[in-house]
Nanobody, 128 residues
Framework: QVQLVESGGGLVQAGGSLRLSCAAS????????MAWFRQAPGKQREFVAG????????LYAESVKGRFTISRDSAKNMVYLQMNSLKPEDTAVYYC?????????????????????WGQGTQVTVSS
């Protein structure tokens, strides 16, 4: 069983930065494809960023490209999302997601249904 626990959310002014962390259990974490999704009130959960098991390739939604960076530290079983130049429209609950099933790069990485494991979410609020 895989457990994912997010942290690092909070309230920040527009233009500010936050770093989200996701702690993952499981001995084979290094084999997992990982991603961040977010869900704003009244909207569907959407893909934000994904990273391959090797950490060598990353994928971003157009709305965050150039502002957000996903990374992983497999030695620590951690995944991070560095968020810079935050905008009010980035306000959402952010979820860490993991897949133990090999995903097709990059087509599958942005698909919500590709991930079996989800964290409980962490709230990010950006004030204008």
């Amino acid at each position: 069983q895989v457990q994912l626990v997010e942290s690092g959310g909070g309230l920040v002014q527009a233009g500010g930065s936050l770093r989200l962390s996701c702690a993952a259990s499981g001995r084979t974490f290094s084999r997992y494809a990982m991603a961040w999704f977010r869900q704003a009130p009244g909207k569907q959960r959407e893909f934000v960023a994904g990273i391959r098991s090797s950490g060598g390739s990353t994928l971003y939604a157009e709305s965050v490209k150039g502002r957000f960076t996903i990374s992983r530290d497999s030695a620590k079983n951690m995944v991070y999302l560095q968020m810079n130049s935050l905008k009010p429209e980035d306000t959402a609950v952010y979820y860490c997601a993991g897949s133990t099933i090999p995903l097709s790069w990059s087509a599958d990485y942005s698909l919500r249904g590709a991930y079996e494991y989800w964290g409980q979410g962490t709230q990010v609020t950006v004030s204008s």
